[in-house]
């Protein structure tokens, strides 16, 4: 009988988590040991189209309505034991995963640390002892668990995320129209979108002719596309929103450089893709996950955060080059292959579960609550939008 796992999401939208989910899950089909589904812990059974395509499983809590966190926290238990042995991976579920020191020994369970962003930290804090596995996706993040948990190291597992390799193309060159590519979610919060505009901007300001592609959803869409706008741009940008995992391969294939102007990340696999595809990256360099990624010649793709202009001209200099933008192609695809191996990611978490099955760790008993929904802090936000209205 296999052992089933669980993904825990509140719900399913674009996001880099999201992608290594379904990576996994397809990674593991022909496992014999383990059966991989996505657990949906904060809406009502519906449809899921984007998981239906793929075929990738899912079910749902199932919480009397309204839903409220209590409820929430008993049906996870619920359901939980109920497939016991079985093994509960959080994910960014802060508001569910806060439940786990409730579960018996017979669910284990195994903290995914995506991103170096406060909220991972935050989390591991309040229910680390009651995991029993932590895995982190970067060298950062690792470093940064072992320092701040000392008590938890033995628990920590290093496994960077896995992407499909496009097999092998012939040789591209940096000729023609310039075209750039930004394939992640619309936000300015983490992913500072409105950077975008000024590079695309600063570029044709230093004479070079450059298209951008846009694929991707979120909250701040509308603004962005005004911003394009507003920079005298927009003409030269192509906004193609949320769009499958096939045609985002495609947009890297077809572009000569990869933008990512995040604030913070884990391991940006939008980044793994763009550079498995031969699409030079140009990145603000961030505390976690491009530095182990662009090692070596790829070091260069770097640029100081938070500076737009200073990307436009890297991948400037980069294009009038022809010699070096190739070189950059190639290494690039080289470092993917190293590094984002399905098979290897596959066989870490495999091995991963079949350590934290081997063991187990005493639970507190306890609901370790996040910030965000303690009683002080509820009534601190009931009572500001009271005065406020």
């Known amino acids: 009988m296999k052992?089933?796992?669980?993904?825990?999401?509140?719900?399913?939208?674009?996001?880099?988590?999201?992608?290594?989910?379904?990576?996994?899950?397809?990674?593991?089909?022909?496992?014999?040991?383990?059966?991989?589904?996505?657990?949906?812990?904060?809406i009502s059974r519906c449809h899921q189209p984007e998981l239906d395509q793929q075929e990738i499983p899912y079910d749902f809590l199932e919480v009397?309505?309204?839903?409220?966190?209590?409820?929430?926290?008993?049906?996870l238990k619920a359901y939980l034991e109920s497939k016991a042995p079985c093994i509960y991976i959080t994910n960014f579920d802060f508001h569910?995963?806060?439940?786990?020191?409730?579960?018996?020994?017979?669910?284990?369970?195994?903290?995914?640390?995506h991103s170096d962003e406060e909220r991972y930290f935050?989390?591991?804090?309040?229910?680390?002892?009651?995991?029993?596995?932590?895995?982190?996706?970067?060298?950062?993040?690792?470093?940064?668990?072992?320092?701040?948990?000392?008590?938890?190291k033995n628990r920590v597992f290093k496994i960077p995320y896995g992407i499909p390799i496009p097999s092998e193309e012939g040789g591209r060159s940096a000729s023609g129209l310039l075209k750039l590519a930004y394939c992640n979610r619309l936000i300015q919060y983490q992913k500072r979108v409105f950077d975008l505009p000024?590079?695309?901007?600063?570029?044709?300001?230093?004479?070079?002719?450059?298209?951008?592609?846009?694929?991707?959803?979120?909250?701040?869409?509308?603004?962005l596309q005004k911003r394009f706008q507003?920079?005298?741009?927009?003409?030269?940008?192509?906004?193609?929103?949320?769009?499958?995992?096939?045609?985002?391969?495609?947009?890297?294939s077809e572009s000569h450089f990869s933008l990512l102007t995040s604030d913070f990340e884990g391991l940006p696999i939008s980044l793994l893709e763009s550079m498995a595809a031969g699409c030079v990256p140009c990145v603000y360099k961030i505390?976690?996950?491009?530095?182990?990624?662009?090692?070596?010649?790829l070091d260069q793709c770097m640029v100081g955060h938070?500076?737009?202009?200073?990307?436009?001209?890297?991948?400037?200099?980069?294009?009038?080059?022809?010699?070096?933008?190739?070189?950059?192609?190639?290494?690039?695809?080289?470092?993917?292959?190293?590094?984002?191996?399905?098979?290897?990611?596959?066989?870490?978490?495999?091995?991963?579960?079949?350590?934290?099955?081997?063991?187990?760790?005493?639970?507190?008993?306890?609901?370790?609550?996040?910030d965000d929904i303690k009683l002080p802090r509820r009534i601190k936000r009931r009572l500001f939008s009271f005065f406020h209205k």
């Not at 009397?64 to 049906?75: H, L, N, Y």
């Not at 806060?98 to 995914?112: F, I, N």
């Not at 229910?127 to 470093?143: F, K, M, R």
């Not at 190739?326 to 080289?334: I, M, Y």
């Open 122 to 152: 935050d989390e591991i804090k309040r229910i680390g002892e009651n995991c029993d596995g932590l895995v982190a996706v970067s060298d950062y993040i690792a470093e940064q668990l072992n320092e701040r948990f000392p008590s938890l």
């Open 96 to 113: 569910r995963s806060c439940a786990v020191g409730t579960l018996s020994p017979k669910v284990r369970v195994l903290a995914v640390v």
């Open 306 to 370: 938070a500076e737009p202009a200073t990307m436009a001209r890297r991948i400037a200099a980069i294009w009038n080059n022809q010699e070096q933008w190739t070189a950059l192609s190639e290494a690039s695809r080289k470092r993917a292959r190293e590094m984002a191996s399905l098979e290897n990611m596959a066989n870490a978490y495999q091995s991963a579960f079949n350590q934290i099955l081997s063991k187990e760790i005493p639970r507190s008993a306890k609901i370790h609550r996040p």
């Open 3 to 42: 052992i089933p796992i669980f993904h825990s999401y509140a719900k399913w939208y674009l996001s880099g988590v999201n992608t290594w989910t379904v990576n996994l899950i397809r990674s593991l089909e022909r496992e014999e040991r383990f059966n991989s589904k996505v657990l949906f812990t904060g």
């Open 287 to 297: 505390k976690s996950g491009v530095r182990e990624a662009l090692t070596g010649l």
């Open 230 to 252: 507003d920079a005298g741009v927009a003409d030269r940008v192509s906004m193609v929103g949320r769009v499958s995992n096939e045609r985002v391969t495609q947009i890297f």
């Open 64 to 75: 009397a309505q309204p839903r409220k966190r209590r409820s929430e926290w008993k049906a």
């Open 198 to 223: 000024k590079v695309v901007r600063e570029l044709n300001n230093i004479g070079i002719d450059a298209e951008l592609t846009v694929a991707g959803d979120g909250q701040d869409a509308k603004e």
